[in-house]
Nanobody
Framework: QVPLRETGGGLAQAGGSLRLSCAASGRTSSMYRMGWFRQALGKEREFVAAIRWSDSRTYYPDSVKGRFTISRDNAKNTVSLQMNSLKPEDTAVYYC?????????????WGQGTQVTVSS
């Protein structure tokens, strides 16, 4: 098991910034990658960012590239998402995810989610 605990989120104005953090515990020595997803009301969950544990390679969709930055703290087994130039369409519940299987292709563990609301 890899429990995930998210912190951060809240309310921001358009153009502002927020930072999310996710602390992993348990089988962190098996970590392959960690990432963030989001789900807006009435929409499907979508990928936001990911970081590969072995080399810190990062991945982003075009919708957040250049505005969001994912980073990791090895010592604390924590991954953070710095969100800048926020837009109202970034409003969603943000979920942290962890993948411990490099060949599985799926995300194995999920956090409870944290609300991010961006006002115009």
């Amino acid at each position: 098991q890899v429990p995930l605990r998210e912190t951060g989120g809240g309310l921001a104005q358009a153009g502002g910034s927020l930072r999310l953090s996710c602390a992993a515990s348990g089988r962190t020595s098996s970590m392959y990658r960690m990432g963030w997803f989001r789900q807006a009301l009435g929409k499907e969950r979508e990928f936001v960012a990911a970081i590969r544990w072995s080399d810190s390679r990062t991945y982003y969709p075009d919708s957040v590239k250049g505005r969001f930055t994912i980073s990791r703290d090895n010592a604390k087994n924590t991954v953070s998402l710095q969100m800048n130039s926020l837009k109202p369409e970034d409003t969603a519940v943000y979920y942290c995810a962890a993948d411990i299987n490099p060949t599985g292709g799926n995300w194995d563990y999920w956090g409870q989610g944290t609300q991010v609301t961006v006002s115009s």
